[in-house]
């Protein structure tokens, strides 16, 4: 980084990100190498999620999930016509899985419970021993290792009896998940350094809940993600205030919830009207949950253009539902440290939009640059746009404590162990990541890759693959190898960054 850009940078910070007329700051060292170390209690690891490895679906009293019931329709909606019966098959390797964690240089793991492993019907009426067990046994594992746990509660596997209730739809489901969360904190919390409560919802309900990517897969009404995010927030709420009142004290742990987001770029930043699309894109997509949590009301601009498009669509009352002063006092706050998972960026332009659902009520489009490196899931590799949304949040919320809990690359597996292309990425990005710490001084506290190993990616099943170890899916001891980049990540671990001294 030269001193010219360090002056826009300057120039930056005292007029705003919505300095639109400083194109360089948009420029600001796409290329430049920076070197520096994070700070000293800056902690790594490596996530899974408890569906997409654990397989032993069924075995030892486990209940069905929704993805459990997902992927066995016929037609099955995975495209490789896959499931996650038997996934990496980490119900019965996780020993494996520490070994691996402890030679890639983990500080910690962070993995998800599955809710109908241990609540079988999903209601703490019926508590499943073995799947208890299973956590503590890995819980313990890791601890022996000199590993600490980051634990999601929700990473998407919902019981499907819950689902036959309406599932996310039904904001009973607050209580449902109150009720599991106890069951954890109780059983696992003395172990667990970091809660979350959610992995994405943005993804699971909109891609859930009027749309049939993901589980459970209905349809309709288009709108209905409106819904499912509200009564998230709300369980997100019930399970963060019962670990405060309950257990923090004793446990010493801390607890938040892991929001995605790319990066929204204005297509032309000397366009006030695409400045403007952007900013209204990362309302729409991270600010939608992160504003009732920590401003306690949807955004603004959420609730005029969704208010008024559903007015014009002849809705009796807006898609976007609201909460009531009790609601929004409970959300507000109700986090110790905000979770991102950030894969990559998107241009935006203002469009005037129409279908009655999320999509359209943004007003916006979204493209790609074609110089942009592709890649096979779709996912471009834009390393700047991770410190772009990484300064978003510092600015957007006051710089709440942040943990990077994804981050990572697929490929299609043709590349066996030579994974070149994760070695780039995660070069990169971790790069872009130490400038937004050591040059913008944006609090962010841990970095996660996703994955520790390759693994059954919902409904790519297993064709894209995002891990630093290979697994060999055909095998069936479900063999795991270290790919290259596992050596390129070991080494930012124990340089703790990139010491000019290399
Ligand atoms: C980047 O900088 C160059 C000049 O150095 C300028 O022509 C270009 O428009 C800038 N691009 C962006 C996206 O700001
Ligand atoms: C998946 O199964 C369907 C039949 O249900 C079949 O038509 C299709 O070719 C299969 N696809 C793959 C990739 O195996
Ligand atoms: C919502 O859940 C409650 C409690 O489980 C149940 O009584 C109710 O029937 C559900 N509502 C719908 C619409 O399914
Ligand atoms: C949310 O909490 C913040 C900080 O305590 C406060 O300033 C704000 O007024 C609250 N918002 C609402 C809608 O209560
Ligand atoms: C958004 O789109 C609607 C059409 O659905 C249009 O009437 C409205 O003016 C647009 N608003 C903005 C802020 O772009
Ligand atoms: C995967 O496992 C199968 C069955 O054990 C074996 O035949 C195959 O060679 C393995 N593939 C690789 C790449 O190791």
């Avoid at 742990?253 to 209204?280: H, M, W």
């Amino acid at each position: 980084m030269n001193i010219i850009h360090l002056k826009f940078y300057v120039l930056v910070v005292f007029f705003g990100v919505q300095s639109y007329g400083f194109t360089e700051f948009y420029n600001l060292s796409d290329d430049d190498f920076f070197y520096g170390t994070f700070p000293t209690d800056f902690e790594w690891g490596f996530a899974t999620a408890s569906y997409q490895v654990e397989g032993g679906w069924n075995e030892d009293g486990k209940g069905e999930s929704i993805w459990d019931e997902f992927t066995h329709r016929r037609p099955n909606p995975v495209v490789d016509n896959s499931t996650g019966d038997i996934a990496c098959d980490s119900y019965h390797k996780y020993k494996e899985d520490v070994r691996l964690l402890k030679d890639a240089g983990a500080n910690y793991y962070r993995f998800s419970i599955s809710w109908s492993r241990i609540l079988p019907d999903g209601t703490p009426s019926n508590i499943n021993q073995a799947g208890l067990d299973y956590y503590n046994n890995l819980l313990d594992e890791l601890k022996a290792n000199g590993m600490s746990a980051m634990v999601t509660l929700y990473h998407w596997d919902l019981p499907q009896p819950l689902e036959v209730q309406g599932g996310w739809l039904n904001e009973t489901m607050a209580d449902y998940f109150e009720d599991f969360a106890r069951v954890a904190y109780k059983n696992f919390g003395d172990r667990v350094d970091k809660w979350l409560t959610f992995n994405e919802p943005w993804v699971f309900c909109v891609l859930g809940y009027g749309n049939t990517v993901l589980a459970p897969g209905v349809p309709e009404p288009l709108h209905s993600h409106y819904d499912c995010i509200h009564n998230v927030l709300k369980a997100h709420a019930n399970a963060y205030h019962l670990y405060k009142n309950e257990f923090q004290q004793r446990q010493n742990g801390k607890c938040g919830i892991t929001l995605d987001s790319n990066f929204y770029q204005p297509a032309d930043v000397n366009s006030r009207a695409d400045v403007e699309a952007a900013e209204r894109a990362q309302q729409f997509s991270h600010a939608w949950m992160g504003s009732p949590l920590f401003h306690g009301k949807y955004p603004d601009v959420m609730r005029e253009l969704v208010d008024a498009k559903s007015k014009a669509d002849g809705f009796l009352t807006s898609r976007l539902p609201t909460f009531d002063s009790y609601w929004a006092g409970r959300i507000n706050g109700s986090l110790d440290f905000l979770g991102l998972n950030h894969y990559s960026t998107e241009l935006v332009q203002a469009s005037v939009e129409t279908r009655p659902d999320w999509w359209g009520d943004r007003n916006v489009t979204t493209f790609r640059d074609p110089s942009w490196e592709g890649s096979v899931s779709g996912k471009d590799v834009v390393p700047w746009g991770f410190r772009k949304i990484l300064n978003w949040i510092k600015n957007t919320y006051g710089n709440p404590p942040l943990y990077v809990t994804e981050n990572g690359y697929a490929d299609d597996g043709t590349v066996g162990l030579n994974d070149q292309g994760r070695i780039r990425f995660y070069t990169k990005y971790t790069n872009e990541m130490l400038k937004a710490v050591n040059i913008d001084g944006c609090n962010v506290k841990s970095y996660t890759a996703w994955s520790l190993m390759d693994n059954f990616e919902w409904t790519n099943g297993y064709t894209h693959r995002f891990g630093l170890h290979w697994v060999n899916f055909t095998d069936p001891q479900r063999q795991r190898l270290p790919k290259a980049s596992v050596a390129t990540l070991r080494k930012i671990i124990q340089d703790n960054g990139f010491p000019m001294t290399n």
